[in-house]
């Protein structure tokens, strides 16, 4: 084989081995389209997630939002320290719940001023229950109808709900919501605050699974409350 037809005989071999590399190293137009198809997947599971949950609420009562006399995290009996930083412990694990669904907060407020020192607020609580008082509300939801889903978080005041929990359901109707209570408590748990929630809203459905956890864990119930959430399918 002359020199020239040597030439192009090596020339057609390094093309056909050229070719074969790029097939194998270039991505499949089957394979383009598959991607394709399971991020278009992806987008339509994660919307009738929202779908099926709907428009999201987070309620909370902390009396650390409506105290007058200051901030002390070691002896109020409403605040844990959240990085660093005062937290009102049921607005800590609203934090929580809203960093998990993406759901709005709403601070339930009232006129009246709860003592942040903790003997004086259980004597406060307790007169309040004996008076069966409705403290007035302050702070009202705009555009109820646009949620779907209402978590409610409040702390157990003497194995009830706070009175301004029942200026809160006297307020609203919640007939054809989903209603999630959530609790900060020390030691007394839930008590019968999930029943009387339902006796207040008979139009809603509670859900069964409510979230309580003590008031000395609350610092560190970020994976609890994940694990509560991804039980409810939020």
Known sequence: MNRRKWAAALSLVLLLILSACGSGDSPSPSGS???GTNQAA???AAANIDEDNGKI???YFTAAENSGEGVDAV???SFSTINGTAVGRLRAIADMIAEHTGGELF???TSVVYPSDIGKLIDYAAQEQSEDAR???VSHIENLDDYDVIFVGYPNWWADLPQVLYSFFDEYDFTGKTI???NVHNGSGLSR?????QELEPGGEVVEDPFTISERNVEDAAGEVDSWLDGLGY
């Open 33 to 35: 389209s598959s991607a």
């Open 42 to 44: 992806e987008s339509e």
């Open 57 to 59: 609420l987070i309620a």
């Open 75 to 77: 002896t109020t009996a």
């Open 107 to 109: 601070s339930i407020r």
């Open 135 to 137: 403290p007035e509300l």
């Open 180 to 182: 999630i209570p959530f």
């Open 193 to 197: 605050t999930v029943q009387t929630i």
